[in-house]
Every structure is written in C-alpha cells, then in structure tokens.
C-alpha cells in the first residue's frame, strides 16, 4: 500500500481495500471515532465486534489482552492465516470494540503487503465491504455502490473471496470453531 493510503489511515480517514480474504472496509481500531463512523457506515449491529487486523502478537498488548502459554503457543502456530481468534478483552477502555462482549476478534493477515501496511498504521478494524446483510464486495465497483464518497479511499487488488475462519480460544487452549472457510483447524492443541 502506498504512504498516501497509509497517511489518510494515520490521520483517521476511513477506506476500502483488499484484505488476505475479501474487500474490508478498514479505519483504525485505536480510535474510537473512526469504529463508529464504520459502524454507522456498515449499517452494522451496534452490539456486534469487528474483526480487527494486526501485525503482530505484540499488537495483542495495545488492547490489553493478556495470551496464556497455551494462547501463544496456538497463535504462534496458526497466524498468520487467515484466522480470526476471538480472545477475552474485559478492559471497559475498549468498550467501544467489544460491544460489551468482553471479546475481540483478531486476525493477523498472511499477506506481506498488508502486514507491512499494519506495521505503520496499527491495528485496524476490517469487517467486509458491505451492509450488514448483504453480500460482501467482490470489487472497487461493488463497494462504492455501497459507500460512494463516504470512504475516503478505494484500493483495487486481488482477494481470495471466501471469509475468514473464526475460532474463539480460551485460557486453556481449547478452540471452539465459529465459521470453518478455507482454513481447518483442529479444535485440540
């Protein structure tokens, strides 16, 4: 992604760009603002979290989400991939992501240009391209007929067009299988 892409995401501008799975419509996890302007944009359920894209484990520490031996020992195996891990986060701070859910969903992306991208802009949330209910964006076309001008940018590139795989992961390691896509995972560590 270029600097220019990187900047309107640093500055709080909100856009859409290809994923490592399907067209997102991304804005900074860390600023409460953007969250909701997606929310409102998405038409999305006020109560329901995005999936938040990072580039690291240590990306986990800036929601305050604390990995056990066996959560790290998962992750570290598993990412990146296209693997969405709901993890607990029960810091009243990131209420305005977790809905009240006491949960985050991360995805750390196995695409190096995207990574690389999360490197300077930090986590960003990335639900898919499309109003809630209907069908997620299989292009720049499909996606500006959702949003128009109310994105500030759109990034043309080519997606693997299936959602992620979602698993929530508890202390001990046990994986409890949400949404199986094209990756399987084993629900035994």
């Given at each position: 992604?270029?600097?220019?892409?990187?900047?309107?995401?640093?500055?709080?501008?909100?856009?859409?760009?290809?994923?490592?799975t399907?067209?997102?419509?991304?804005?900074?996890?860390l600023?409460?603002v953007?969250v909701e302007?997606?929310?409102?944009l998405?038409?999305r359920a006020v109560?329901k979290p995005?999936?938040?894209l990072?580039s690291?484990?240590?990306?986990?520490?800036?929601?305050d989400?604390k990995?056990?031996?066996k959560?790290?020992?998962?992750?570290?195996?598993?990412w990146?991939?296209?693997?969405?891990?709901?993890?607990?986060?029960?810091?009243e701070?990131?209420?305005?992501?977790?809905?009240g859910?006491n949960?985050?969903?991360f995805?750390?992306?196995?695409?190096?240009?995207?990574?690389e991208?999360?490197?300077?802009?930090?986590?960003?949330?990335?639900?898919?391209?499309?109003?809630?209910?209907?069908?997620p964006?299989?292009?720049?076309?499909?996606?500006?007929?959702?949003?128009?001008d109310?994105?500030?940018?759109?990034?043309?590139?080519?997606?693997?067009?299936?959602?992620?795989t979602?698993?929530?992961l508890?202390?001990?390691?046990?994986?409890?299988?949400?949404?199986?896509s094209?990756?399987r995972?084993s629900?035994h560590?």
């Amino acid at each position: 992604m270029n600097s220019s892409i990187i900047n309107r995401l640093n500055s709080g501008k909100i856009g859409v760009i290809p994923t490592d799975t399907i067209y997102g419509i991304v804005g900074s996890a860390l600023n409460p603002v953007v969250v909701e302007k997606i929310y409102q944009l998405r038409r999305r359920a006020v109560d329901k979290p995005m999936i938040i894209l990072i580039s690291s484990l240590d990306d986990l520490e800036k929601f305050d989400v604390k990995l056990t031996d066996k959560q790290k020992e998962f992750l570290q195996k598993n990412w990146p991939n296209p693997l969405s891990v709901i993890l607990p986060c029960k810091c009243e701070k990131f209420k305005y992501l977790h809905r009240g859910t006491n949960s985050l969903a991360f995805r750390m992306p196995k695409d190096k240009k995207l990574l690389e991208m999360l490197r300077q802009t930090g986590p960003l949330v990335a639900p898919s391209a499309n109003f809630e209910g209907e069908k997620p964006a299989e292009t720049v076309e499909e996606a500006k007929k959702y949003f128009a001008d109310q994105a500030a940018f759109y990034v043309k590139g080519k997606i693997k067009s299936k959602p992620s795989t979602i698993i929530k992961l508890d202390e001990e390691g046990k994986v409890d299988i949400l949404r199986e896509s094209r990756l399987r995972i084993s629900s035994h560590i």
